[in-house]
């Protein structure tokens, strides 16, 4: 079984709609993250949840709001959809967020996103 | 700011070959730095890590070293198989930045046969 999954897998749609999409991790772990990852393939953090807390909000749109209903997800809404907002987000999971050490973070497959 | 990595290039090799991936970083406060692999349609995977008292560490065909002197980071892949074709990333976590990763932009590796 997928230890972090996401749906959808793609997702098109209209400028201005309002659309979710799903995490889960199976792994046990506390925390989750929500990753953007661009044209150009970079990758930037967007939001970390540790325990339904959220713990990082890196300068992201409120038009974008993660919602934890509990530990093993997270979920990423996001309204008023931009052309600026194509891109394929990564939903990723580690064992602890906030320890003294880095805890290894495991990625999900990634939404392909695509705003007409 | 921070920013690490440098413009995505590619790297193209021959099978059987060794590969260098390299990376520099500019947070001096990093003390964890990572490598992932990132094939075409899915998400990252982890390959290997280091921390920042280490200047070195191995793993299955791989080798990381890191020179915190000049900030760079490197990825040795040796006797490189067409399925390493992907995007490798280096990227870094410091203590207490709630295990954030900062992304390079990556390296495209692709193996000629």
């Known amino acids: 079984d997928t230890a972090v999954s996401q749906t959808p897998k793609y997702l098109v749609t209209q400028m201005g709609n309002d659309k979710s999409i799903k995490c889960e991790q199976n792994?046990?772990?506390?925390?989750m993250y929500w990753y953007k990852q661009d044209s150009k393939k970079f990758l930037k953090i967007m939001f970390s949840y540790n325990n339904k807390e959220l713990i990082i909000n890196e300068t992201v749109p409120n038009r974008f709001s993660p919602k934890s209903p509990d530990k093993a997800h997270l979920n990423l809404h996001i309204n008023s959809l931009e052309l600026g907002d194509s891109a394929v987000y990564f939903c990723?999971?580690?064992?602890?967020?906030?320890?003294?050490?880095?805890?290894?973070?495991?990625f999900g497959p990634g939404t392909r996103l695509t705003v007409l | 700011g921070e920013s690490v990595g440098l413009h995505l290039p590619t790297l193209s090799v021959q099978e059987g070959d060794n590969s260098i991936i390299n990376c520099a970083y500019s947070n001096s406060a990093s003390d964890y730095f990572i490598w992932y692999k990132q094939e075409s349609g899915k998400g990252p995977q982890f390959i290997i890590d280091i921390r920042s008292n280490m200047d070195k560490r191995q793993g299955q065909r791989v080798t990381v070293l890191l020179n915190k002197t000049v900030k760079h980071l490197s990825l040795q892949i040796a006797a490189t198989q067409p399925g390493d074709s992907a995007v490798y990333f280096c990227?870094?976590?410091?203590?207490?930045?709630?295990?954030?990763?900062?992304f390079g932009t990556g390296t495209q590796l692709k193996v000629e046969l």
């Open positions: 990723a999971s580690s064992l602890h967020g906030a320890s003294s050490s880095y805890n290894e973070q495991f």
């Open positions: 792994l046990g772990h506390d925390t």
């Open positions: 990227a870094e976590s410091f203590t207490g930045g709630g295990n954030k990763l900062t």
